[in-house]
């Protein structure tokens, strides 16, 4: 059964960096596009960013461009999203997503299969 467990959440003040982790066992994903989401309460689920199974295509939401990278370790079934300059509007629930089989990037939630538990970030001012 396919798990996805991320980590790295925690509070920070505004300004400040966080690098969140998501380790997948039970089922490989290395051919698949993998995400991070996030979502606070009350509000639908927002695609932060993807990136393809070799990681030559990604994407960004706009209030993360040249803030947060993603990245993934396919050898160590390893993904990674790097925030910096972390605002207060961050402040969520992130959660680490894979899609059910190889295709082209999605950027809607439905459109992926596996889900981690959630990581809480808060981003304080």
């Known amino acids: 059964q396919a798990q996805l467990v991320e980590s790295g959440g925690g509070s920070v003040q505004a300004g400040g960096s966080l690098r969140l982790s998501c380790v997948t066992s039970g089922c490989t994903f290395s051919l698949n596009t993998m995400a991070w989401f996030r979502q606070t309460s009350g509000e639908e689920r927002e695609l932060v960013a993807a990136?393809?199974?070799?990681?030559?295509?990604?994407y960004y939401a706009d209030s993360v461009k040249g803030r947060f990278t993603i990245s993934r370790d396919n050898a160590n079934n390893a993904l990674y999203l790097q925030m910096n300059r972390l605002k207060v509007e961050d402040t969520a629930v992130y959660y680490c997503?894979?899609?059910?089989?190889?295709?082209?990037?999605?950027?809607?939630?439905?459109?992926?299969?596996?889900w981690g538990q959630g990581t809480q970030v808060t981003v304080s001012s």
């Open positions: 990136v393809t199974w070799s990681g030559g295509t990604t």
């Open positions: 997503a894979a899609q059910g089989s190889p295709s082209v990037l999605a950027t809607v939630a439905n459109l992926y299969n596996y």
